[in-house]
């Protein structure tokens, strides 16, 4: 089963930058498509992006295109998500979660079975 741990979120004013970080426990990377969630309060969790490990395709919701990158780098079973031109909007407690699935990913958050503790970002105006 794997695990993830989060890191990276903190307080940053409008227009800065983020990265987080997704580490994940498992020896077999490449079987799963990572996403990343964020919730701020009193709304429902959004996914932001995902990124499919063994193809390297992506997803982004709209809000986000153009101003936040997913990458991955499978020798260390992470996954970033680089955050720029950050607006008061995108404050919100961010996950990291995993699914194992090949080829594509979907940023639909019922899809994902293992979540990680979540890392708060603060964009301050």
């Known amino acids: 089963e794997v695990q993830l741990v989060e890191s990276g979120g903190g307080l940053v004013q409008v227009g800065g930058s983020l990265r987080l970080s997704c580490a994940a426990s498992t020896f077999n990377f490449d079987d799963y498509a990572i996403g990343w969630f964020r919730q701020a309060p009193g709304k429902e969790r959004e996914g932001v992006s995902c990124?499919?490990?063994?193809?390297?395709?992506?997803s982004y919701t709209d809000s986000v295109k153009g101003r936040f990158t997913i990458s991955s780098d499978n020798a260390k079973n992470t996954v970033y998500l680089q955050m720029n031109s950050l607006k008061p909007e995108d404050t919100a407690v961010y996950y990291c979660?995993?699914?194992?699935?090949?080829?594509?990913?979907?940023?639909?958050?019922?899809?994902?079975?293992?979540w990680g503790q979540g890392t708060q970002v603060t964009v301050s105006s």
């Open positions: 979660a995993a699914v194992r699935l090949r080829g594509f990913c979907i940023n639909v958050a019922e899809a994902y079975g293992t």
């Open positions: 990124i499919s490990i063994s193809a390297g395709g992506r």
